[in-house]
Every structure is written in C-alpha cells, then in structure tokens.
C-alpha cells in the first residue's frame, strides 16, 4: 500500500495548485482520504477529507471556500485543488488514506500517509 502526493511548486499569493493523491497496491474504496499539511514549527493539521460513503467533503474553516477535494476511484486517485492560495498556506502538503468511520480531522484516523508535497506561496 503506497500513496504518493504530488504537484506541489511556488506560486504568488492569489494563485492556485493542483494537488494529487495516487494509490498504489490498493485502491480508495471504501476509505476516507484526507489532506494535511504541516508548516515549518508546527504540527500536522487538517486540511480537507472526503468519505467514501457518501462522497461528504470536510474542510478546515481556514480553507473553506478556496480549497476542494475530490476523487477519481477510477483513476485512484484523489485530489486537492488549491485557489486563493495565501502565504500562511505554505507547508507540506500530506495525503493520507483512514477508516471510513473514524474522526476525519485526527491524524489517528489514518494509516497510510503519503511522502509529502511542498507548497509555497510568496507575497
């Protein structure tokens, strides 16, 4: 089971990015695939979640608005598009794959974690 995260870059404050999620070994069915990130000092924090049951989206209220999640079972893939982007954005950006029932917003929901996606954004 591997989840590799990728599409991370620089881009200016008001921007956007296109965040992938890929599965390999296994696919998303039947789980919850959430989105954290973790800047410099800080610890990992949510970011957005999306259910597998129901397809229900989660976002942090400091996303909410800019960010969306979705997911392509198909192509096993889930992704994370990032508008608005602002400076306090930046971070590490980790995918992570969670029990369908767990809480969508705890770390300890997930056990399979991706390397991690860097984003910056400039003033």
């Known amino acids: 089971v591997q989840l590799q995260a990728f599409g991370g870059g620089l881009v200016q404050a008001g921007g956007s990015l296109r965040l992938s999620c890929a599965a390999s070994?296994?696919?998303?069915?039947?789980?919850?695939v959430g989105w954290f990130r973790q800047a410099p000092g800080k610890e990992r924090g949510f970011v957005a979640a999306?259910?597998?049951?129901?397809?229900?989206?989660y976002y942090a209220d400091s996303v909410k608005g800019r960010f969306t999640i979705s997911r392509d079972n198909a192509r096993k893939t889930v992704y994370l598009q990032m508008n608005s982007l602002k400076p306090e954005d930046t971070a590490v950006y980790y995918c992570?794959?969670?029990?369908?029932?767990?809480?969508?917003?705890?770390?300890?929901?997930?056990?399979?974690w991706g390397q991690g996606t860097l984003v910056t954004v400039s003033s």
């Open positions: 992570a794959r969670g029990t369908d029932t767990g809480t969508y917003y705890s770390t300890s929901t997930y056990d399979y």
């Open positions: 999306v259910r597998w049951s129901g397809g229900i989206q």
């Open positions: 070994g296994h696919t998303f069915s039947s789980y919850t």
